[in-house]
């Protein structure tokens, strides 16, 4: 156990469907990252924070994802009309040392 | 943006064999990790090692970071050291911001 937390673990959901997830950092870390990993590949960066400033996007978040860490505590990660292509494992880190276990979704 | 290769790509090895991971970046980094992921996903970090030799148990890692590699050891192999083995490093440009990572090195131990 790292200490981050996410939640769901695992979501099957049907193309076009909204989906959110969760991520629970470590209280003291200031920066939370969220990375996707597709099969067979290592993990690619979407954003990350500082307290509640979102500081960077890649190019790979497009307008249909965006996050959110309100009060610089949690983040949520939301998927709208969700594509078969955004199948994955959504990681979420607490500074760059400490992964969580990862959300997988299965878009149908 | 910084490349990052990992070589082999895959390794089978008999338990308590012994095995060299490397990794090739193409840029200066501030930071250097490398990174065990279980067969559930989990990532663990193994080694921060931006430059140096360290060592953990049987694991060891040494950067050279003037040639742009690191390599990891892992030496008397377990069935439990199975899993994908990634090496991420933080570009000076990004420093901060964000890890990339290689495509890593699926290691399957036999007993």
Known sequence: DTGVSQDPRHKITKRGQNVTFRCDPISEHNRLYWYRQTLGQGPE?????????QLEKSRLLSD?????????????????RTE?????????ASSLLFF???????VL | GIQVEQSPPDLILQEGANSTLRCNFSDSVNNLQWFHQNPWGQLINLFY?????????RLSATTVATE????????SSQT??????????EGLETSGS????????QLTVNP
């Open chain 1, 45 to 53: 960066f979407l954003t990350y924070f500082q307290n509640e400033a």
């Open chain 1, 64 to 80: 249909r994802f965006s996050a959110e860490r309100p009060k610089g505590s949690f983040s949520t990660l939301e998927i709208q």
């Open chain 1, 84 to 92: 078969q292509g955004d199948s994955a494992m959504y990681l979420c």
């Open chain 1, 100 to 106: 969580g276990p990862g959300t997988r979704l299965t």
């Open chain 2, 49 to 57: 090692i931006p430059s140096g030799t360290k060592q953990n148990g």
């Open chain 2, 68 to 75: 742009r590699y690191s390599l990891l050891y892992i030496s």
């Open chain 2, 80 to 89: 439990t050291d199975s899993g994908v083995y990634f090496c991420a490093v």
């Open chain 2, 98 to 105: 964000r890890l990339t990572f290689g495509e890593g090195t």
